[in-house]
């Protein structure tokens, strides 16, 4: 991928180019008024392949199996439009959604009726196999990637929950375990080692820890001048603080980066 040699640049302090995408539920049509109940051996396919006109039938029905799969995943490959101060948590729900749908998707592959229409074409020796089969990997392949970024994402979910209820003095002492969690994210995840992807993962969660400074200098007021002065300026110095640790954080691990030959990119000129 374009991320595993790729240096981990500067903080992202900009807006980066968010996407979302919805796989909408799919239901296969399922050949119920076809004479194939009850088949599920090899044996019992085998006998069946010579079926001509049952063949021709159960290729017409794959066929329209292969077309929904292929806009399934062609949605999921869409750019993803999301909200400028979107948080960290909407990239796992983007994910648990995706997740469910595939499943969903995969759970109706694997059902008997598919099984056996399947099982018959390919003891016809049916050419519509081959690509059924690189579809059918190309799901696994998508639902087995969403489970894995839920699980990453629950792990990261745990570092973000300090970034809602904390003061940006209180944040200081997360902030290492979380730029650590995604770092450990970008290094096993087979998506998450792009620079476009981690970029709009950093945006994120960064601006979790926006949103959080603007209610902490606001808290108990609607305009930052009806604060105390002293009182306004220390508010704004925590957070100026916090934004210094947070990018000193990031360069000292990029370094690390560095040093020890790990990928991990984020584009900060977005």
């Not at 240096?7 to 239901?27: C, D, M, Q, R, Y």
């Not at 993803?80 to 595939?102: C, H, I, Q």
Request: overall charge positive.
């Amino acid at each position: 991928s374009s991320g595993i040699n790729a240096e981990w640049p500067l903080l992202p302090g900009a807006k980066a180019n968010l996407s979302e995408t919805f796989i909408s539920s799919v239901k296969l049509n399922m050949p119920d008024d076809l004479p194939i109940q009850g088949l599920t051996t090899p044996q019992q396919y085998q006998n069946t392949a010579g079926n001509f006109d049952l063949v021709t039938q159960l290729e017409g029905i794959v066929a329209s199996w292969c077309k929904q799969i292929e806009q399934v995943l062609a949605q999921s490959e869409q750019m993803r439009k999301e909200a400028d101060d979107t948080g960290p948590n909407s990239e796992l729900v983007y994910w648990k959604e995706r997740m469910a749908s595939f499943n969903a998707l995969l759970d109706q592959i694997k059902s008997q009726p598919c099984k056996t229409t399947i099982g018959i074409l390919f003891a016809a020796k049916s050419k519509i196999i081959k690509h059924w089969k690189t579809l059918d990997a190309r799901i696994t392949d998508a639902a087995n990637e969403a489970k894995d970024n839920v699980k990453y994402l629950y792990t990261l979910m745990k570092f973000c929950k300090p970034l809602k209820r904390c003061s940006p003095v209180e944040m200081l002492d997360c902030i290492p375990g979380l730029i650590n969690a995604i770092r450990m994210i970008n290094s096993i995840s087979r998506y998450y080692n792009t620079s476009e992807r981690m970029t709009s993962l950093f945006v994120k969660v960064t601006n979790q820890m926006v949103s959080a400074c603007k209610n902490y200098i606001l808290k108990d007021v609607s305009k930052v001048w009806e604060l105390p002065r002293d009182q306004a300026l220390q508010r704004i110095e925590d957070c100026l603080h916090l934004n210094t640790e947070y990018q000193a954080c990031f360069r000292r691990t990029k370094e690390k980066r560095k040093k020890y030959r790990l990928r991990l990119c984020v584009d900060t000129t977005a």
